[in-house]
Structure formats: structure tokens, C-alpha cells
């Protein structure tokens, strides 16, 4: 009886993870509304939409950078099959009301079920009669399901631009970085709450932070780091956001430039509105590992005309970080690591190999996985190309991996033993469960975006991070796991879930797949 409840328990726990916090565009809205201090995201929708994001635990954003440990409130107007019908209009005016007097925000943003979008409600004219009844200023994020606008291109664009970005083409980007939900919040935050600046401030700029699901980042590190060597140069950072004030996101028109790192339609509304010019970097290549970072500040001061000093000062920089590591690339040195990766390509990129070889490691074998929804529905060809352009990007690195695509974890396992590899680097999509298993085997496996790296991070001092966290891993020993997870069948397409029975998880691909992938 007590196994048949543990059972239980680890099923709804991974098939929670696979149902509900995959590619939801409210979910989006809500990471990103609640990055802001001072905005409450409420929900227009039924109750249980307003639970799911309960299920994961405070982001980095929140924690690091605006210092909230508690998970964000996610009111919501309680939806049923009575407003089905007839609407549900009374009931978000009495909500908005209710929340500015509880909570007392600054900013409450209304964030969209797929009910909401079947309705189809007159929501503006709802933000009409109530503005005047509450403090809080109120924005609409076009966040259902069913509101996909032209802001959304079908899932193989995203592929494409990751094939042209590496080639380095000029063709025009289609997706940018992610399409659920947190893109159309931040341009309805940039067309909707932004208003001309009183001032513009010289040599300023505004730096985008990746957030949603990333619970371990050390933010604080990637931004006073940011913040003293653009003082150095001569350039003062206006605001970084999400991870600021309702009052700072406001001020955003005040800076002469934006470095934009997902949503390149809100970075071109502020360029023809208050003529703010922009950088973007879609897919956090451009400025990842040591090259890319040092690229960082030679492209934000070559625009305000300060390249000379910056590279007086990223050199200097550079030196130190150098210095700092040569303990660390003796003990590394010679190791041999295996990486997984999931078609979202940031992890595995030519900067990230190289991040490795920096320290003296050796790459031996790269797991990509293109089995897994929503991936499983790009045509093959093109995942074939994705892959062939990975290794054609990988041709001039000092190792020489063998790759490996779609292999399920017990053959993973089989290749990581066979090449006696030291240090297993899962997928950043996967990594804990892929931590359990691969440690059962005996094989030390490092999760390092839990250790506060990310391949995608703006900053010399997390490369030190990387290399003490990959030594800590290595000189631990493994602790003897009798988890019992592991005793029972995995499926193999979407681990960690498990098998069932019951085809829960492909029910709600296919709606997926219907709804929101193909439009």
C-alpha cells in the first residue's frame, strides 16, 4: 500500500512537470509580470490555471535580484461554465478592484486563460471603467492560447533562425528566443505602460535578463559585474529588466540603448517611439563564453564612441579571470566529459565546447535530443540539418566528440562507460532527472545550471563558477542511491516521466500540437 502511494506521488510529480509547465503562454505571462516588483499578475480564468504555476519554485529573478523568497501571487476571477457562456466581464472588475485594495501594486497585469480567449471580452473597455477605481495602473498580456497573433510563427521558424543564425545569414529572424507567453507580455509592458522620458540619459543603456524556470542563476553576480565594468568604460546602466521596479521599467525610455536578449518587436517599438536604438542577440550566442562576453562590451561601447577604454578595461579584466582560474585548469586538465542536450541548442554551442577546453577538458561524446514534443514535429530533414550544422559549427574545436542523436538514458549510459568519461554535463531541460540516473550508474553527473551557471550568461566570474563547481563535483564522492523512482519503467521518448497506462501526456501534446503549435 505505502509503494503503491510513493508510486503515486513520483507519477504526479513528473507528469505535472510534462503536462503542465511545458509551453503554457499564460505560464509565460506570469514568470514575467511577477519579475517585476510591485505587479501583481492576476488571472482571468478558471481556478485550476491559476494553480499549475504553483508547482515550481521561486525563480532566480525573484530571489536573487529582487530578494522575494516566497512564491508570486496568482489571484484569479474563477472562471466556470456559467461565464463560458455569458461572460465573465463582472467578474474581473470586481477582481481588479479586490486585488489593488489587498495587495496595494503598483502594476496588476491581466493575464489571459484559454477560456478568457474563447469568450473574446471587450477587455479594454473593462480597464476603462475600472482605472479610475483603483490605484495600480493595469496592463493586458495577450497570453490564451487562443490569442496568438502575429507575434507567433510556427515552431520550425524558431528552427530555422537557429540554422541561419549560426551561419551567420542575414535573412530576417522570425521567432527570436521563446514563444510562450513571456515575449508578448514584455512588448504589451513596452506598448502599454511606457510613456515618453522627461530625459534621456547619456551614454545609458537597459539590459534584458533571460528569466522563467531558472532557479539557481546567481543574477546578482551577472549584474554588478555588468554594472562596474560598464562604469569603468564610461557607460552607466539605466535598468535591467525584468528584475526591477514597476517605477525603473518605467523609466526604460530614458536610456539611449537597449540590449534586447528575447524580444526584438518590443526593442523596435521603443526605437519608433522615443527613437531608443537596440542590440539583439536572439539566441544567446552572440555573446556567450569568454569571446562573446568581451564582444559584449566592445559592442555597447563602440556605439557611445568608448572602444578604446573599454579595451583597456576588459583586458585587465580578462588578465584577472585568467589568473584566477590556473588552479583550477591543472586539476581539470586531461578530464573527459560527455554533454546532453535537447534541440534548444544554447548548452551545446561552439562558446560552451569551448568554455571546457578552456580548462583543459576534453569533450568526448554530445547527446542531442529531437524525439521529444514539440521537436517531434519538425520535419526530419530539418532536424537533420540542425544537427549537421552543430557539427560543421563544432569542426575547429581541439576535441573531437562523437555524436549521438536520440538515444535513450540506458544507451546513453552505455556510451558515457564506454568512453570512460569523468563527467557527465546533462541537457539544462533534463538535468535532474538525469542526474538520478546516471549517478545510479555510478557516473558523476554535474547539473550546472543549478550550480549558478548558465551557458548563456553575460559574465567572466560565472566561467570561474563552472570550472570550481565541475572540481567540487569530481573530487565528491557518489552517494549510493536506492531511489524508488528507479524501480519502475521510464518512458524513454519523455524522461523523466513515466509509463502510464493512461496516454495523458500525448492527449495534451495533441492539444498542443492543435492549438498553439501550428496556427
Not at 522615443?274 to 566592445?298: N, R, S
Request: hydrophobic residues 35%; proline residues 5%; glycine residues 6%.
Amino acid at each position: 500500500m505505502i509503494d503503491d502511494i510513493k508510486l503515486k506521488a513520483e507519477q504526479i510529480r513528473f507528469e505535472c512537470a510534462n503536462q503542465y509547465g511545458i509551453d503554457c503562454k499564460m505560464f509565460g505571462a506570469y514568470c514575467c509580470l511577477s519579475e517585476i516588483k510591485g505587479c501583481i499578475p492576476l488571472l482571468h480564468g478558471p481556478i485550476g490555471c491559476a494553480f499549475f504555476p504553483k508547482l515550481l519554485p521561486t525563480d532566480a529573478i525573484r530571489q536573487k535580484v529582487l530578494g522575494i523568497k516566497t512564491q508570486p501571487p496568482f489571484p484569479c476571477t474563477d472562471l466556470d461554465e456559467h461565464d463560458l457562456i455569458h461572460g465573465g466581464i463582472d467578474k474581473l472588475k470586481k477582481a481588479l478592484i479586490d486585488v489593488d485594495r489587498y495587495y496595494h501594486p503598483d502594476l496588476i497585469g491581466i493575464v489571459l486563460s484559454c477560456v478568457a480567449g474563447i469568450i473574446g471580452e471587450d477587455l479594454k473597455g473593462v480597464v476603462e471603467e475600472v482605472k479610475n477605481k483603483v490605484s495600480a495602473k493595469i496592463v493586458i498580456t495577450p497570453s490564451a492560447g487562443f490569442t496568438d497573433s502575429e507575434r507567433s510563427e510556427a515552431l520550425k521558424l524558431y528552427v530555422q533562425d537557429t540554422i541561419d543564425q549560426w551561419k551567420r545569414s542575414k535573412k530576417k529572424r522570425f521567432w527570436g528566443y521563446e514563444k510562450c507567453g513571456r515575449l508578448e507580455t514584455i512588448f504589451s509592458l513596452f506598448e502599454q505602460l511606457l510613456e515618453p522620458p522627461k530625459k534621456v540619459l547619456d551614454k545609458s543603456v537597459n539590459i534584458e535578463l533571460f528569466g522563467r524556470i531558472h532557479f539557481s542563476d546567481d543574477f546578482s553576480l551577472e549584474i554588478n559585474e555588468i554594472t562596474t565594468l560598464l562604469n569603468k568604460i564610461g557607460i552607466r546602466v539605466n535598468t535591467f529588466f525584468p528584475g526591477c521596479t514597476v517605477k525603473e521599467f518605467q523609466n526604460l525610455p530614458q536610456a539611449k540603448l537597449n540590449v534586447m536578449r528575447r524580444s526584438e518587436r518590443s526593442a523596435k517599438l521603443m526605437k519608433e517611439r522615443y527613437g531608443t536604438d537596440y542590440i539583439f542577440d536572439p539566441f544567446g550566442h552572440k555573446y556567450a563564453g569568454l569571446e562573446g562576453v568581451k564582444k559584449f562590451y566592445y559592442d555597447i561601447a563602440e556605439y557611445f564612441g568608448l572602444r578604446q577604454k573599454a579595451v583597456e578595461v576588459i583586458e585587465e579584466k580578462e588578465r584577472e579571470l585568467m589568473e584566477s582560474i590556473k588552479p583550477i585548469c591543472s586539476e581539470l586538465k586531461g578530464k573527459k566529459v560527455a554533454i546532453g542536450t535537447s534541440l534548444i541548442m544554447i548548452p551545446t554551442t561552439p562558446q560552451f565546447i569551448q568554455t571546457l577546453e578552456l580548462f583543459g577538458l576534453e569533450v568526448k561524446i554530445i547527446f542531442i535530443q529531437v524525439k521529444r514534443y514539440p521537436w517531434s514535429e519538425i520535419p526530419q530533414e530539418m532536424l537533420r540539418e540542425v544537427v549537421e550544422q552543430l557539427k560543421h559549427q563544432l569542426k575547429d574545436i581541439r576535441s573531437d566528440p562523437e555524436f549521438y542523436v536520440d538515444c535513450d538514458i540506458d544507451t546513453q549510459i552505455e556510451k558515457v562507460k564506454e568512453k570512460r568519461v569523468d563527467l557527465f554535463l546533462p541537457s539544462m531541460i533534463t538535468d535532474m532527472g538525469d542526474c538520478l540516473v546516471f549517478e545510479s550508474h555510478g557516473i558523476k553527473t554535474l547539473c550546472y545550471g543549478w550550480s549558478g551557471y548558465a551557458p548563456y550568461k553575460i559574465s567572466f566570474d560565472q566561467i570561474r563558477i563552472l570550472g570550481n563547481a565541475m572540481i567540487e563535483k569530481l573530487n565528491k564522492p557518489i552517494k549510493k542511491m536506492n531511489l524508488f523512482y528507479l524501480n519502475y519503467d521510464r518512458d524513454k521518448d519523455r524522461f523523466p516521466a513515466l509509463r502510464s497506462d493512461i496516454p495523458k501526456i500525448e492527449l495534451h501534446e495533441e492539444i498542443l500540437r492543435t492549438l498553439w503549435r501550428e496556427q
